[in-house]
């Protein structure tokens, strides 16, 4: 059983966020119950949604001239893209003043969200 290892606490991605409540298991607690994943699930954001969600948050143009950049890389064992964690969901509902892409929540995907993250979280360091 895994619950008890389970960590709790609101956090934000950068200074310019808001905080927001995050679940995780810490690497140490469960690092005997890992294996390398079978795949791994790029998300990427365009130039110029980056230019966007940074000029909403006040932050100077990064310079960079390429047209996709990396916002995540996830770990995964299933061959088809999970759902976003609802928190995540949430914080694009935000806006991008908020650190969000700005992206409305759709009730069904978060309800799949959910029913998928019940039951699971993430492991970090």
């Known amino acids: 059983e895994t619950r008890p290892l389970l960590r709790t606490d609101y956090l934000a991605r950068t200074p310019h966020e808001l905080p927001v409540l995050r679940r995780w298991f810490p690497r140490s607690s469960v690092q005997h119950l890992l294996h390398r994943a079978h795949y791994l699930d790029i998300i990427l954001y365009t130039r110029e949604q980056i230019r966007n969600e940074q000029a909403a948050q006040g932050l100077p143009d990064d310079g960079q001239e390429t047209p996709w950049g990396i ?4 770990a995964q064992d299933e061959p088809h893209e999970t759902p976003m964690d609802p928190i995540t969901m949430i914080r694009n509902a935000l806006g991008k003043a908020e650190g969000g892409s700005g992206v409305p929540i759709c009730r069904e995907q978060y309800a799949a969200s959910v029913e998928y993250w ?8």
């Open 118 to 125: 019940r039951v699971g979280a993430l492991v970090s360091d």
């Open 71 to 74: 916002i995540s890389i996830k």
